[in-house]
């Protein structure tokens, strides 16, 4: 997997080209950049949570340190999507749904360009166990970009960061008058 | 409840009952797969020599004479790094590493062919960290609760 910050970055500036190419789109940016990192969040942290319990308070259950990992597999994908876009209002459930889903298949995308030595993901499980990957970038490769990349996307979205901090600068102020 | 609710809370729990099952399957394929390093320590003579592969392991004690032992959720092996074409690696405690080689089954070890170190898995992780406090601060920004169900803004 890449770091949560490249994700992000990637799925922020996917969203900032679709706004340049088709402006009048609606853009569902906070369910597209949710998706993007869910996989990690879902898949991976508790995982790395709770095989630090398991070094303190002794063997866990095997199901509580494997059993998270249909989070990172495209059927999970799907019914992770599914599941949390039905909490949303109806009007938004289809919308929803295709943006998590898609943040979720570029974080697989992304995370596919990687190398862990043949290793790879379970692309079609259930249906197959053979592992894929594409092996073209290091597992820390991204360490180096996520800086750099964090500043092209805040330029990217550079007008709507000033928006958000002119808002919140009030918002202060008001609070403190 | 009506109706629509109902169909809701079905989809809901279908979903969450479908991601357990898979998690089972996941598993029960990581305990019981024909490669790798569980699979050697059930049949060891008969994996004697079979190539294996120790992904993301933790150091988990000072490398002595050629041998460090290595670590992953609970479990430990011993490595001999010493037929490393690039000579005994240099590692700490808590480094992780990425092994290839093959098992020994006259004491249950992995002699090592290749071994990479992940020197910058803590930097990863860090970033990780801090792209889920960002995430969750601007929560807010992106979702919010309203009576007919959670709300997108924007």
Redesign the interface.
């Known amino acids: 997997m890449a770091?949560?910050?490249?994700?992000?970055c990637l799925a922020l500036l996917a969203k900032r080209g679709q706004q340049v190419v088709r402006p009048s789109q609606p853009?569902?940016?906070?369910?597209f950049?949710?998706g993007s990192?869910l996989p990690?969040?879902l898949g991976r942290?508790p995982?790395?949570v709770l095989?630090v319990v398991?070094?303190r308070v002794g063997?866990?259950p095997?199901?509580l340190?494997?059993?998270?990992?249909?989070?990172h597999?495209p059927?999970?994908m799907v019914?992770?999507s599914?599941?949390l876009a039905?909490?949303?209002?109806?009007d938004?459930r289809r919308?929803?749904f295709i943006n998590l889903l898609g943040g979720m298949a570029l974080h697989l995308l992304f995370d596919l360009l990687q190398d862990?030595?043949?290793?790879g993901y379970?692309l079609f499980?259930?249906l197959s166990?053979r592992p894929f990957e594409l092996g073209l970038l290091g597992?820390?490769s991204?360490?180096w970009w996520?800086p750099a990349l964090a500043v092209l996307t805040a330029f990217a979205w550079r007008g709507s960061l000033s928006s958000?901090a002119r808002r919140a600068g009030s918002r202060w102020s008001g609070r403190v008058h | 409840m009506n109706t629509?609710r109902l169909r809701?809370a079905g989809?809901?729990l279908f979903?969450?009952i479908?991601?357990?099952l898979?998690?089972?399957?996941?598993?029960r394929?990581?305990?019981t797969?024909p490669a790798g390093l569980r699979a050697a320590l059930r049949d060891p003579q008969a994996s004697d020599g079979a190539d294996l592969?120790l992904?993301l392991w933790h150091v988990q004690t000072p490398p002595q004479a050629g041998i460090v032992e290595l670590s992953h959720?609970?479990r430990t092996v011993v490595v001999h790094t010493d037929a490393l074409s690039g000579g005994r690696p240099d590692l700490d405690v808590g480094q992780v590493v990425?092994v290839?080689g093959t098992f020994r089954a006259d004491d249950l070890s992995v002699q090592a062919r290749e071994l990479?170190v992940?020197?910058?898995?803590r930097?990863?992780?860090a970033?990780?960290v801090?792209?889920?406090i960002?995430?969750l601060m601007a929560l807010p920004?992106?979702?919010r609760v309203?009576p007919?169900?959670?709300?997108?803004?924007?």
């Open positions: 770091d949560l910050v490249t994700h992000a853009l569902h940016l906070a369910s950049v949710a990192v990690d969040l942290l995982v790395d095989t398991q070094r063997e866990l095997p199901i340190l494997n059993g998270w990992e249909p989070f597999l059927v999970g019914l992770t599914l599941g039905t909490l949303f209002r109806v938004q919308a929803v862990h030595a043949g290793a379970l499980y259930p166990t597992t820390e991204t360490v996520a958000l | 629509a809701d989809i809901v979903c969450v479908a991601l357990v898979l998690g089972q399957g996941t598993t394929f990581m305990l797969r592969m992904l959720q609970g990425t290839q990479v992940h020197r910058y898995r930097v990863k992780q970033l990780g801090v792209g889920m960002v995430g920004l992106g979702f309203a007919g169900g959670v709300v997108e803004r924007g």
